[in-house]
Antibody
Framework: VQLVESGGGLVKPGGSLRLSCTAS????????MHWIRQAPGGGLEWIAR????????YYADSVRGRFTISRDNTKNSLYLQMNTLRAEDTAVYYC????????????WGLGALVTVSS | VVMTQSPLSLPVTLGQPASISCRSS???????????LSWFQQRPGQSPRRLIY???NRDSGVPDRFSGSGSGTDFTLKISRVEAEDVGVYYC??????????FGQGTRLEIK
């Protein structure tokens, strides 16, 4: 199982950024997927989950209405569109696989750093 | 559901045992009879890695010096003999009451 995030970088407050996660080593379309973030020196914060078909999405209160999780099973890819970014969104963003909808998270990606600063 | 870990910092001598506690604000026993509590290890500069799922099941490749136990709201991760490669932060996680999936604050294990 390999998960590789891309698209991180420096963005000004109020700006937008789109993260991608490319999956390999497993049947991507069989699994729900998550985005989880970690602020510098901080703990882990779950932010979004998407079903295997992409038909349903779920968000943490901290990002609902600003972030959108989506996927393209033909490209084995997961996305996170982040709008109206704030300084407190600065974090390493991980995509993670959901093994079986009950245990929720097993494999994690390498992470992508997003810095929101003027 | 709030996950509370203790201690937050754990200095351990090489070769000695270590124990981390995780308490949930509600029982993690699900209606299917299983308890969905996982433990993750994050070594310095790395992504988290799952060690234990459903309280006591070790993931493939995880050394048997790691073990998990507990039930309901009280859980423990034990390392029988700490090695240098065990340095890092350990997190518990619940997936029963979601959204959101919630993690403990993390316990930083260091070598004394």
């Amino acid at each position: 199982v390999q998960l590789v995030e891309s698209g991180g970088g420096l963005v000004k407050p109020g700006g937008s950024l789109r993260l991608s996660c490319t999956a390999s080593g497993f049947t991507f379309s069989d699994h729900y997927m998550h985005w989880i973030r970690q602020a510098p020196g901080g703990g882990l914060e779950w932010i979004a989950r998407i079903t295997d078909t992409g038909s349903a999405t779920y968000y943490a209160d901290s990002v609902r209405g600003r972030f959108t999780i989506s996927r393209d099973n033909t490209k084995n890819s997961l996305y996170l569109q982040m709008n109206t970014l704030r300084a407190e969104d600065t974090a390493v963003y991980y995509c993670a696989r959901d093994p079986d909808t009950s245990n929720k998270v097993d494999y994690w990606g390498l992470g992508a750093l997003v810095t929101v600063s003027s | 559901v709030v996950m509370t870990q203790s201690p937050l910092s754990l200095p351990v001598t090489l070769g000695q045992p270590a124990s981390i506690s995780c308490r949930s604000s509600q029982s993690l026993l699900y209606s299917d009879g299983n308890t969905y509590l996982s433990w993750f290890q994050q070594r310095p500069g790395q992504s988290p890695r799952r060690l234990i799922y459903q309280v006591s099941n070790r993931d493939s490749g995880v050394p048997d010096r790691f073990s998990g136990s507990g039930s309901g709201t009280d859980f423990t991760l034990k390392i029988s003999r700490v090695e240098a490669e065990d340095v890092g932060v350990y997190y518990c996680m619940q997936g029963v009451y979601w959204p959101p999936v919630t993690f403990g604050q993390g316990t930083r294990l260091e070598i004394k």
